[in-house]
Structures are given as C-alpha cells and as structure tokens.
C-alpha cells in the first residue's frame, strides 16, 4: 500500500519545519487527515525576530505568527507535548494520554535553548531566548531599564541581544570563553569585526571569561560569579549558550536521538537502534541529524531557518513517495543575522576551516565578503554587508571548487590568505554535548 | 556541434520582427561560443548566474564587439557616446565596481520614490496632450506622436530641465540615440551631426548644473549638484554631465519601445486591451509580462575577467559575454508555456530591466510612463486597428523595437 493512500500522518513540533512540511503535503496532494501536535500554545511562530526586532521593541512577540502558504486543514493539537513513542504499534502518546495512531510521522521538534549548567539557573532575572514567551518576558525586563544587563555567550543570538540591549541604551557586559565573539561560527579572524563594531557600540566584551554561577539578591540574581573567582554585577542576565534537544521520548522508542538530534538516512527517515531506517518517521528541521552529501556524508544538524524550510519540505516529498522512491536531501546551510548595524549573510560550513581569505571589501571598512577553505576546497562564505557577490560564491562552494575559488573580480584587491582562527574544540569534559561545534547559533 | 553563426542571425535586421526562433535554437547550449569568439548567454539560470558573478565586467565593450569599419576615424564616430567619454567621464553603466557603486549611490539618493511618484500626474497630462494632438486624424503614428516625445520631456522635468530648452533637448535626444544603434548607418552628416550634438548637450549640462548650484531647485540636477559636505563629496562635474546624458539616453529609447511594444501587443491580443480598458488596474501585471514577452533592451554585453565555468562551459578570460535577456524571458525551463502573452504570470521574473548591479536605475519612473500611456491609449483610442504587422523595426538589435507603428482609429474618446 502506497503512502499516498494512508489514512492518517502526525506532525509532532508545530513550528517552522512542521507548518512547511504540512503545506508540503498538502501542496503534493495529500488530501488524508493530517494532526499537528505542539507542545507550545501557540500556532507556528518565527523564531528570527525575536532575538532581533522583538528585544528591540519593534515588533510585539505574538506578531511573529508563520502565514500558511497553502491551506494545511490540520487537526491541531497545541499545548500538548509527544510524550511517548510506540514503533511497533505506530502510536504516539500526549501529555494529556490521548493516544495517536499515525501510518507516518514527521518529528519536527526542533530545539531549546540550552540552559546554564551551574547554579542560579532559575534565578529571577536569568533570561533565555527560544521561544514567543521567553521573547516576550525578556522584553517587558528591559523595557523596565535595568541597570546592567548581562549576556552570556557571544554567538548569534547573544550578539543580536546585546546589539538590540545597546539600541535600548542599556549598559551591556556580553561574556564568553573565546577571544572574540562569533569564534565558533566564524572564526577569530571576522569575529573581531564583530568585537570592533560591539566595542564602538559600548558593549563591554570580556574574552576568556568562564561563568560558574550566578548569585542573587532579594531573590533576583545580582551578579554572575566567575571560575577565576571575579565577579560581574547584573540584575538582568541572558543565557545564550545554544540549543540542544529533549529527545529521550524518541530515545525510548529505540531511535538513534540524543541531545545532538535524531539521527536520519539521507531520505530523512529516522534511524533505528538497528541501523536501518523506519520507514514510517520522518524527521527535519533543528532536530535532524543527517549525512549531508555536501559535508563528505557526515551526520550533522543545520539550525538555521532555510534548512527548516527545505528539508520539511524534501521530508514531506519522500513521505508520499514510494519505497524505492525515496530522495537523499542535500543541502547547503545559510544563515543570516542583523546585528550592530550590520547584515551577515553566510553559506556553506565553516567546520574544520582552515584558511580565509577577504576576497571583496575590506576588514577595515567594515563591510567585506570573506571565504572559508578546507584542505585546499572553498566551504563557506560569509558577507558582512557585502553580499552582492553572494550567489556566485555559494555555486563556488557547491561544486567544491578550489580554494580561494574567484580571483579575477572587478572590485578585488590581491587577495591574502590568513588562518581563521577556530578555537579548539571543546574538551569531552567541558561539555556533555559533542554537537556544540556543529550548534551555529551557539 | 552547436551552431556558432547563431548570433549574427540575431544581429541581422531581417530577423528583427521574430528574433525568438533564434533565441530558442541558442537555448539549447545555454553558454554558446560564437564564431568570432563571442559567449552567448541564453537560458534563465545561466544569466541569473552571471549577473551574480563579480569576474564579469561592464567597463569595456570588448574591441571585438566594437563596429569597425576600417576607418579609425569612422570607428570613433560609429562609438561616439562611449568613445567621447571613455577617457574622461564614463557614465556608471559602464563602470565596475567600487567606481559604478560611488556614483550610482548618488544617483540612487536622488531618484527617489518620492520624486519619481512626483511626477505621475505630469505624465499624465503630457499623455492626455500627445493624444489630443491626434484628434481629428484616423490614424495614430504611435512612434512620432507619443512613445518618441513622451520619455524626453519627462527626464526633462526630472532633471529640471526649462521647458523653454525642452525641444533642444528632444533634438539632441534623437541624435544621440541613433548614434547608439550599434550597426546604424552614418553618414558624413550625421557623424557630424552627432558629435556637435554630444559637445551642445555637455556644454548646455554644464552651464545648468552651475545654474542649479546657484539656484537649487526641486529636482534631480539640483540634487545631484548640490555641494558636498565633508568627507563627503559629491560628484565631480564631469560625472555628473555623464551621469545626466546617461539617463536621458538610458530612460529614451528603452521606454520608447516598451510603450511602442506594448501597444502592439495589446493590438495584437484585443481581449487584453479590452481587459485593460475595463480594468486599469491590470496595468502593472501586463507591464511585467510586456518586460518578460517584449522586452525594450534584448541583451546587454560584458567582459569575462577570468575564465567562468559555467552549465559546462568555460567562458575564456577575456571574451566578450553576451547576456541575452530576452531569450531567458522565453525560457520554457522557468515560465510554462513562455511565448504566450500571459498578464495574470504568477512569479514573473524577467531581465526586461537587467539584474545584479546595474539593474535599471530608472525602472520605477519606466513603469509609470508605460502604465500611464497604455492605460490612456486603450481608454481614448476609439476602434484601434494595426495598419501593418509586423510593424516596420529599426535596425538595432539590442534595444529593438518597431521604427513606426501606425494605428488606424474612428475617434478619440475624452
Ligand atoms: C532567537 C532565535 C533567533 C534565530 N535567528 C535566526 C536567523 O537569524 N537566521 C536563521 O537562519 N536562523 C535563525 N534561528 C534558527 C531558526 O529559527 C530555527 O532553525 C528554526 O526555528 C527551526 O525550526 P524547527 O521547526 O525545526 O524547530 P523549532 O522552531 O525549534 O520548533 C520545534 C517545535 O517543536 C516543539 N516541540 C518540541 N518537543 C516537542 C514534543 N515532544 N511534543 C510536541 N512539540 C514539541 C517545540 O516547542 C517547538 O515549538 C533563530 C532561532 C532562535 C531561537
Ligand atoms: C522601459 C524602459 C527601460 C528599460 C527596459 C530599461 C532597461 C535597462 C536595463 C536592461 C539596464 C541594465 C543594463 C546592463 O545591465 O548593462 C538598465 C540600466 C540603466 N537604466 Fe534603464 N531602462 C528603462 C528606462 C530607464 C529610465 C527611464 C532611466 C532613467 C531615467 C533609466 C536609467 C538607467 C540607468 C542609469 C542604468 C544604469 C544602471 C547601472 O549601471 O547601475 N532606464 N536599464
């Protein structure tokens, strides 16, 4: 029996890559009965501006809903977390004990917001950014102007916070463990761009700083005590340590899911215990962890909001599709972010990069176009205000051409070569999550 | 074997009424060496790439693809405009980046919305007068009674130009733009005719552009001349007398034919112009689709810096790169059933006005004006009938378009 026939496919995560992926079926004829199930009250949201116009006042939280591109006609089920995964019987549990047959599954339950591992982590006035609520809760603190804001972890989203906190006026202090921010993502080498536009903006940027706990007074946190011993002083604290998953529901049922994600095929079809695939559960979006063949087939997760997209979509295509139909989802991940004034655009992976070149603009003026290379091949690109030449870049990177891969552009200078400037991967022991290199919005 | 003569098919004015037979047998090797060592690019993706790639550059029309005659002096005159201001002041079509991106921002920060919506009801009234001159006649030559005046006097207002120096300019308008054609025949005259025009109209753009610093007036030339502040220059007089020849010669003859080939496309769709007589409203969605269908520019000429792979083809270093517009706008890879004049085209994106860095400065003030004219012609023409087609084509082929297109009417509605 064809899948098209099925009576009935559950979307368990109802965001970005669940409301894609049920269009998807919808737009490729599926007509059966579709349920989405979310564990948030709210319809699909967008994620992006809460970090960005929602902090900064320009947006309310609750406007940020996803238009439906195509009519879903879904049954939903919202404030209801999947609790419970039966395989063999091909059921899911609710929180509410509600039992769901499905013939197909698409798990899109993304990700959340890594929480702070020491103590205080629940103090009043420690903030985290995943979802409307949080968004929503963050910005009615800082429209009470607090005194010193405090972000921890220099990635996407605490740099995006600590710009819009500056834009507020607020005094801001944004910590994190490497030399400059966005070294994970992007490397030392651009991550100072970013240390001199925050430095010019007045945050003030404490490399090399490790947060042990934090402390309160009155019952509100107070300050952030360091491992060295130091101390800084805040009533309002952002973590921004990245995502990770809750997966122990699929965990359970004997798929391959940690906190790293939900291991898939290349067809996105999650993978067993046994080493094959279900044919019935489907994963994408933050929590699936697939062999892209653009990375030499290793298992990786794309957080970012075009592969949510995307790979809904490609999930929902071999969904319908038969046995011997089934599609490997290739894809090469992009991501953007605004911050402190300026627009980074990137594509490709800078995992293991090990040479860049700045090859349109100039670090100095702030705005340049600068590409990443592995072992001699272009992997990414990444355009601080500067990303006209993009696309003929990001056909670079897909064919793997060498390394740097365009020399004879009207507007390049001679081009130099530097090391990016990664820092080394996290010890075991620092971290029980072995994905936070792959993590780019950490 | 992919034939490598394509191209001087396209070029030949014989072919000028139906160029899109060609285009198709050119699609079929989406980058294809010509003879004479030229790339044709023809397919949708592949022009999408290339406008996208930094290693293709505007700033010289490659010497082969320079009309030559044998006679240097002749050579020189057959290229006046690139040719009297290649040395000097290069308008920013020709330019590359970072130079093209200087100027073109001070451009940009003039025509603004603003401005440009400004100056819908004047197109309209000198619609409505145009047409009113052809009262009492049974027939309309499109050409000379409405696309051809039309662009002139509205870059006039633009720029602010007097009214009193408006028919000067339509004259040297006329010159200049024939003098662009790059396979028209000139005459001793005419070469004359054509350099004296280039040295009036700088001379007369330099005397303005003091004028307006003087007296800075509401509009562009004022704008752009305005003195800069510090550390912040504005543009030297030399580009701007550039940049100002630029938009009346770019702003002319392109949105001539968009008006010319859109009026014969209504006529030769009569459901169409009765929907856009009904329904003003549709005039946007068919003036993409005209962009798409019937573009006023069908290619457009740069240089490969360095060698470019592409759809497995490697454009040498070097080699003239011909970007052919129109054919990508028929290009059955990216719209469904693309020779069919289709309006209601959901996703409609067509190079009618280029792409990548040097898309048309002008496009929002050229949709205006064929909106504004189309819509008036369809309402006031009474009983409109094409007097011949294919209409009579001027000799270019890249911005193509009929030489004259004579409408045979019973009467002009109010
Ligand atoms: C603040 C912020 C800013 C961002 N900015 C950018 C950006 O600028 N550019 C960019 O490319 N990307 C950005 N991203 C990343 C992008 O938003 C994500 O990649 C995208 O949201 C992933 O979509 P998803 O549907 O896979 O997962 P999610 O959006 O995480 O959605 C998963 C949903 O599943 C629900 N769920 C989880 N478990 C269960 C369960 N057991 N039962 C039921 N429901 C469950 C969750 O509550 C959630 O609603 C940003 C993310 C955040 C948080
Ligand atoms: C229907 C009318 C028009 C069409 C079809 C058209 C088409 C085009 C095209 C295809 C280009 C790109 C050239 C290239 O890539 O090499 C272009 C550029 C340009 N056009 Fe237009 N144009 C029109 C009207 C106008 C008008 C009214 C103006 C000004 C008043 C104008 C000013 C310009 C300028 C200045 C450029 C150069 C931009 C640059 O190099 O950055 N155009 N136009």
């Known amino acids: 029996m064809s899948a098209v026939d ?24 599926y007509t059966g009965p579709l349920t989405i199930v979310g564990d948030e009250p709210y319809r699909p949201y967008d994620r992006p501006p809460l970090s960005k116009h929602v902090l900064a006042g320009d947006l309310r939280a609750e406007a940020t809903e996803l238009p439906q591109l195509t009519a879903v006609r879904a049954q939903w089920r919202l404030g209801q977390a999947a609790v ?11 929180a509410d004990d509600t039992v769901l047959p499905y013939r197909s599954l698409l798990v899109t339950t993304g990700a959340r917001a890594r929480p702070f591992p020491g103590a205080g982590a629940g103090l009043p006035g420690v903030h985290t950014i995943r979802g409307r609520d949080d968004a929503a809760a963050l910005r009615s603190a800082l429209a009470e102007k607090p005194r010193r804001v405090l972000i921890v972890g220099g990635g996407l989203i605490g740099c995006e916070a600590a710009s819009c906190c500056r834009d507020l ?72 340590l990245g995502a990770e998953r809750d997966a122990r529901w699929l965990a359970k049922a004997g798929l391959l899911a940690d906190g790293g994600g939900l291991t898939c095929d290349a067809a996105c079809r999650a993978m067993t215990g046994e080493g094959a695939p279900d044919p019935h559960i489907y994963a994408a979006g933050d929590i699936a962890r697939w062999p892209n063949p653009l990375f030499g087939d290793r298992l990786r997760t794309v957080e970012h909001w075009g592969n949510a997209v995307e790979q809904a979509r490609h999930a929902a295509r071999n969904m319908l599709a038969g046995r011997d139909d089934q599609k490997a989802y290739a894809h090469l991940p992009a991501f953007w972010s605004s911050q402190f004034d300026v627009n980074i655009k990137a594509i490709g992976s800078t995992e293991g990069a090990d040479k860049i070149a700045i090859v349109h603009g100039s670090r100095t003026s702030g705005r340049f176009l600068a590409v990443y290379g592995r072992a001699g091949r272009t992997v990414a690109a990444v355009s601080f205000d500067e990303a006209r030449w993009l696309p003929a870049y990001e056909s670079q990177i897909a064919c793997g051409a060498p390394f740097p891969p365009i020399l004879d552009a009207t507007d390049q200078a001679p081009i130099d070569h530097f090391s990016p400037g990664f820092p080394a991967p996290r010890l075991a022991s620092e971290s029980a999550d072995t994905t936070e290199r792959e993590s780019i919005h950490a | 074997m992919p034939d490598d003569t394509l191209f001087s098919e396209v070029l030949d004015p014989r072919n000028r009424a139906d160029p899109y037979p060609i285009y198709k047998k050119l699609r079929e090797v989406p980058v294809s060496r010509q003879r004479d060592g030229a790339y044709v690019v023809s397919t949708h993706a592949a022009i999408r790439a290339l406008l996208f790639d930094p290693r293709l550059s505007s700033e010289d029309l490659p010497p082969s693809r320079r009309p030559r005659t044998g006679n240097p002096l002749r050579d020189w005159i057959l290229n006046p405009i690139k040719n009297r201001i290649a040395t000097s002041h290069r308008p920013l079509i020709f330019r590359d980046p970072p130079d093209h991106d200087t100027l073109r921002e001070f451009v940009m920060k003039e025509f603004t919305i603003h401005r440009v919506n400004g100056l819908h009801g004047r197109v309209g009234s000198l619609v409505d007068d145009l047409i009113e001159r052809c009262r009492g006649r049974d027939e309309v030559c499109l050409v000379e009674d409405l696309s051809y005046p039309l662009p002139v006097a509205v870059i006039c207002d633009l720029l602010g130009v007097p009214e009193k120096d408006e028919p000067q300019f339509q004259k040297w308008a006329t010159q200049l733009a024939t003098a662009l054609e790059p396979d028209a025949r000139h005459d001793e005259a005419s070469r004359h005719a054509t350099v004296a025009a280039f040295d009036e109209i700088s001379s007369y753009m330099r005397k303005l552009i003091r004028r307006k610093r003087r007296h800075p007036a509401d509009d562009m030339l004022s704008g752009l001349a305005k003195p800069g502040r510090e550390g912040n220059p504005s543009m030297g007089d ?41 329904d003003p409203e549709r005039a946007p969605r068919l003036i993409e689709e005209l962009l798409r269908y019937e573009p006023p520019v069908h290619f ?15 454009i040498p270093k070097g080699a003239p790169v011909i970007l052919l517009f129109a054919a990508g706008g028929r290009d059955p890879a990216r719209f469904s059933n693309p020779n069919r004049f289709f309006p209601d085209r959901e996703d409609n994106q067509h190079f009618g006005f280029g792409g990548g860095l040097h898309y048309c400065v002008g496009a929002p003030l050229a949709r205006i004006e064929a909106e504004v004219a189309l819509v008036a012609l369809c309402r006031r023409l009474v009983e409109p009938e094409l007097m011949a087609d294919p209409p009579p084509y001027r000799s270019g082929a890249s911005l193509r378009g009929p030489e004259s297109l004579g409408i045979r009417i019973s009467g002009i509605n109010r």
């Open chain 1, 84 to 94: 419970a995964l039966d395989r063999a019987g091909r059921t899911i549990r609710l």
């Open chain 1, 6 to 29: 099925d009576p009935s496919i559950v979307i368990v995560g109802a965001s970005l890559a669940g409301l894609r992926g049920a269009e998807a079926l919808r737009d490729s004829g």
């Open chain 2, 300 to 314: 457009r000429t740069r240089k490969a810096l360095g060698d470019i792979k592409i759809e497995g083809t490697t």
């Open chain 2, 238 to 278: 030399i580009d701007l007398i550039s940049t100002a020849i630029l938009l009346l010669v770019a702003g002319h003859e392109t949105t001539v034919n968009l008006i010319t080939n859109g009026m014969l496309t209504l006529l030769r769709h009569p459901d169409e112009l009765k929907k856009l007589k009904a």
């Open chain 1, 169 to 240: 006026g607020l005094s801001v202090t944004l910590v994190d463990p490497n030399p400059t921010p966005l070294a994970r993502v992007l490397g030392m080498l651009v991550g100072n761009s970013v240390a001199v536009r925050m430095k010019d903006a007045g945050v003030s940027f404490r490399p090399h700083t490790h947060v042990k706990a934090f402390e309160s007074r009155n019952g509100k946190v107070a300050r952030a005590r360091l491992e060295d011993g130091g101390e800084i002083e805040a009533d309002l604290v952002i973590v921004a």
